[in-house]
């Protein structure tokens, strides 16, 4: 029975069980706890200087209320960037190209940005919506405009993380198939697309690492807007 190359997003499942939630622990057990030692060795070292670096990074736009924010959003990126790239090994499930997760991601981050620039700035956090010096009679149209533009923000984060890594895995696909089929009938056209699909692969692992830096990238913006 031939199947479908959409047939690698379905959830796995194990008698009747879904194993998304497996999937989605699995990044936090793969990391290296610290030692209760005054002196780490270098995979810890390596792992404590790459957040450092990235949490002065992200914080460098953001005023100084918005830093409460660096361990929750670090988590994030670490967590995202974990799935994208355990979901480009052979035989694995990729819980970021499931809309409803990365959805389940955004709306909850995005709704918790404008909530606390209703709370802590509601003139400034409404004023978004009516740039300053417009004509009154495109008044009401702008309202409408920038409202609808506003609550497109988490959708626009969810496609875009599913969209990416999607179209990757099924280009990679199809390109996999494409090498397995011409194997027989012209092995020098398969080693070319053998070499084509290991610069995909590589493209790929860069897609996944900057898709998950996107998204918490974007967070942050918003999250600048409203502090």
């Known amino acids: 029975m031939a199947l479908s190359f959409f047939d690698q997003f379905a959830s796995p499942s194990y008698m009747g069980i879904p194993l998304m939630a497996v999937a989605l622990t699995l990044p936090w057990v793969l990391f290296p706890k610290p030692a209760s030692h005054w002196v780490n060795n270098r995979v810890l070292t390596l792992q404590a200087w790459f957040i450092n670096r990235f949490t002065q990074q992200l914080l460098l736009p953001l005023n100084f209320p918005g830093h409460k924010w660096a361990a929750l959003l670090t988590s994030l990126m670490i967590f995202l960037l974990t799935l994208n790239m355990l979901g480009l090994l052979p035989y694995t499930f990729t819980p970021t190209t499931q809309l409803s997760l990365n959805m389940g991601l955004a709306v909850p981050f995005w709704l918790a940005t404008v909530l606390i620039g209703l709370r802590n700035q509601p003139t400034a956090a409404l004023g978004h919506l009516l740039p300053e010096g417009t004509p009154g009679p495109l008044i009401p149209v702008l309202i409408i405009i920038e409202t609808i533009s506003l ?16 179209a990757g895995h099924l280009l990679i696909q199809l390109i996999a198939t494409a090498a397995f089929v011409m194997a027989s009938a012209a092995p020098t056209v398969s080693i070319l697309i053998g070499v084509v699909l290991f610069l995909l692969t590589l493209l790929e692992v860069a897609v996944a690492m900057i898709q998950a830096y996107v998204f918490v990238l974007l967070l942050s913006l918003y999250l600048q807007e409203n502090v």
């Open 151 to 166: 609550f497109i923000r988490p959708v626009a984060l969810g496609v875009r993380l599913t969209a990416n890594l999607t």
